[in-house]
C-alpha cells in the first residue's frame, strides 16, 4: 500500500509540473498583456515600464524559471490588476465559498443519484424506471448554463420564491445547489441503475436470497456494496470539480468563489490568478483521484494494491 501511494503521489506531481508549464506558455501565447487590454490611450513609456517592473519584458523562459521558483516557496504572486492582492488570498478566501456549495451539491447528488438508480434497478421497466431515466437522460445532455437559466427563471422570476444572488441565507443556497447537483445527479442514477442490474445477476446474489436474507440487505449490503465502485471512480473527479466552484453558477448568481474570480482573471489577462486557480484545482483532482484510488481496497477488498 505504501509502495503504491508513494508511486500515485510521484505520478500526481509530474502531472501537476505538467499542468503549470502549458498553462503559463499556452496563456502568454495569447496576444497582449495585463495592462494592454482596455488601456489605449496609456503611453507605450508607461505600458513598458510596467512590464519591466513586473518582469513580463523577460524573455519567457526566465519568467517561467521564476514562476516557478515562486511556486515551490508557495507565493502565487499578486493580482496585475489590483496589485494590494493577494493570489494565495483571493485563493483562500474562495475556496471556502466555492466548497460549501460544492459539499452540498454533492452529498445531495449521491443520496439522490444512488437512491434513483437503486429503486430503477429493482423497479427495472415500472413506470418509475422509465420517468426517472428519461429525466436522468434530460440532465446529462442539457447544458448546466440552460438548466440554471431556466431554473433561475422559473423559480426566482416567475414564483419568486427564491432569492437569486449572494449566499446570506439557507434560501440562497437552494439554487446553486440544485443547479450544481442535477447534471450529477442523472449520471450517478444511470451509472448505479446499470452496475445494479449487473450485479443483481450474479450468483451470490441468488446465494443470498436462498438462504432467506431480506432483500433490504440483498440490495445493500451485498449488491450496492459491489455496484458502487464505478460511481467512486466517478467521486473524485466529482467532488474537485464541484468543490473548486462551478464557473457558471457562480457567474450566474454573484457568487464570490473561485469560479466568480477565475472568469473574472480571464476577461481581464490577471495571468497570476489565472495560474492560482488553475494549480489549486489541479491540485485538488490530483488528491481526490489519489484518495479515490485508496478507497478502493477499502470498498472492494478483491480490489488489490499493486505493490
Not at 519568467?63 to 502565487?76: A, E, K, P, T, V
Not at 447544458?143 to 431554473?151: D, E
Not at 455496484?227 to 467532488?239: D, E
Request: hydrophobic fraction near 50%; glycine fraction near 8%.
Amino acid at each position: 500500500m505504501g509502495k503504491y501511494i508513494f508511486k500515485r503521489v510521484i505520478s500526481g506531481l509530474v502531472t501537476i509540473v505538467i499542468l503549470i508549464t502549458c498553462c503559463f506558455f499556452l496563456m502568454h501565447a495569447v496576444p497582449g498583456s495585463p495592462f494592454s487590454k482596455g488601456e489605449q490611450g496609456v503611453p507605450p513609456e508607461v505600458m513598458q515600464r510596467l512590464n519591466e517592473k513586473y518582469g513580463l519584458d523577460l524573455p519567457l523562459h526566465e519568467q517561467y524559471i521564476r514562476y516557478m521558483s515562486n511556486i515551490l516557496h508557495g507565493d502565487l504572486g499578486i493580482s496585475y490588476k489590483n496589485t494590494t492582492v493577494q493570489v494565495n488570498d483571493l485563493v483562500g478566501r474562495g475556496f471556502p465559498v466555492s466548497a460549501r456549495i460544492g459539499a452540498l451539491a454533492v452529498v445531495v447528488s449521491l443520496l439522490i443519484g444512488v437512491a434513483l438508480g437503486i429503486v430503477s434497478a429493482v423497479k427495472r421497466g415500472s413506470l418509475f424506471d422509465g420517468i426517472a431515466m428519461v429525466t436522468a437522460t434530460i440532465g446529462v445532455c442539457v447544458p448546466l448554463f440552460v438548466i440554471s437559466v431556466l431554473l433561475l427563471y422559473l423559480f426566482a422570476g416567475v414564483l419568486k420564491w427564491l432569492p437569486t444572488y449572494g449566499l446570506s441565507t439557507w434560501r440562497h443556497y437552494i439554487l446553486p445547489v440544485t443547479c450544481l447537483s442535477f447534471s450529477p445527479i442523472a449520471y450517478i442514477a444511470r451509472m448505479t441503475r446499470s452496475s445494479m442490474l449487473e450485479v443483481m445477476q450474479q450468483d451470490y446474489i441468488r446465494t443470498a436470497r436462498a438462504k432467506g436474507v431480506s432483500e433490504f440487505f440483498v440490495i445493500c449490503k451485498h449488491g450496492l456494496r459491489n455496484a458502487i465502485l464505478p460511481v467512486v471512480t466517478y467521486l473524485g473527479t466529482l467532488i474537485a470539480n464541484l468543490l473548486t466552484g462551478s464557473f457558471i453558477v457562480e457567474r450566474l448568481f454573484a457568487i464570490p468563489g473561485l469560479g466568480k474570480y477565475f472568469v473574472d482573471s480571464i476577461t481581464a489577462r490577471d495571468y497570476n490568478i489565472i495560474m492560482g486557480v488553475t494549480i489549486f484545482l489541479g491540485i485538488f483532482v490530483v488528491t481526490c483521484n489519489l484518495i479515490v484510488d485508496v478507497a478502493y481496497g477499502i470498498i472492494d477488498p478483491r480490489v488489490k494494491m499493486d505493490e
